[in-house]
T-cell receptor, first 113, second 118 residues
Framework: GDSVTQMEGPVTLSEEAFLTINCTYT??????LFWYVQYPGEGLQLLLK?????DKGSNKGFEATYRKETTSFHLEKGSVQVSDSAVYFC????????????FGKGTHLIIQP | NAGVTQTPKFRVLKTGQSMTLLCAQD?????MYWYRQDPGMGLRLIHY???????AKGEVPDGYNVSRLKKQNFLLGLESAAPSQTSVYFC?????????????????FGPGTRLTVL
């Protein structure tokens, strides 16, 4: 079946540091890929997505590129802020998402001032 | 728009008790989902629905039942709660995949229900 593997945290960085959170996937066909973010005590929010190979999703300074050759969708940000502290989930949907998303285990990001 | 709302926010049950979690959405979405979130496990799909009156099993359906009597509501029931069902439960909804509405595949999540079974 489909699966998503992402680096597990916690990941601790200083403010203004460069961020990379690795995500790789296993899936049949041509899945859509997502990054969701969960702030403390809240539900998940879509951060960005890409629906086909070589697409780049971007939002709030975060970027991720759909790499089919390496089955990866790594999340990057050039300069993190304390407000970026949260749990980040990589996810995929197959068959148009009709049967739900497959999530990675989540990466807890802590940004220190 | 309230988006996706969940009731209650917190609940403590004793083993063997029953309860129903309510999810409501006001975005006219066809698809609705129930996930559970456990430490170190990410989110796992319990049940989902592709429209009013329909439901289907997800990855971890045992011990749960669901109903979708109205398009805007999706209920998750625990008939006899067990400590293994202690978790945070999230509801989500989406437009019909491939419909071209709202962006393909995007799911919108509620704030979650934290359930503890003693």
């Amino acid at each position: 079946g489909d699966s998503v593997t992402q680096m597990e945290g916690p990941v601790t960085l200083s403010e203004e540091a460069f961020l990379t959170i690795n995500c790789t996937y296993t899936a049949t066909g041509y899945p859509s890929l997502f990054w969701y973010v969960q702030y403390p005590g809240e539900g998940l929010q879509l951060l960005l997505k890409a629906t086909k190979a070589d697409d780049k999703g971007s939002n709030k300074g975060f970027e991720a590129t759909y790499r089919k050759e390496t089955t990866s969708f790594h999340l990057e940000k050039g300069s993190v802020q304390v407000s970026d502290s949260a749990v980040y989930f990589c996810a995929l949907s197959n068959q148009g998402g009709a049967d739900g998303l497959t999530f990675g285990k989540g990466t807890h990001l802590i940004i220190q001032p | 728009n309230a988006g996706v709302t969940q009731t209650p926010k917190f609940r403590v049950l004793k083993t063997g008790q029953s309860m129903t979690l309510l999810c409501a959405q006001d975005m006219n979405h066809e698809y609705m989902y129930w996930y559970r979130q456990d430490p170190g496990m990410g989110l796992r799909l319990i049940h989902y629905s592709v429209g009013e009156g329909t439901t289907a099993k997800g990855e971890v359906p045992d011990g749960y039942n669901v109903s979708r009597l109205k398009k805007q509501n999706f209920l998750l029931g625990l008939e006899s709660a067990a400590p293994s069902q202690t978790s945070v439960y999230f509801c989500a909804s989406s437009y019909t995949p491939g419909s071209g509405l709202g962006g393909t595949d995007t799911q919108y999540f509620g704030p979650g229900t934290r359930l503890t079974v003693l």
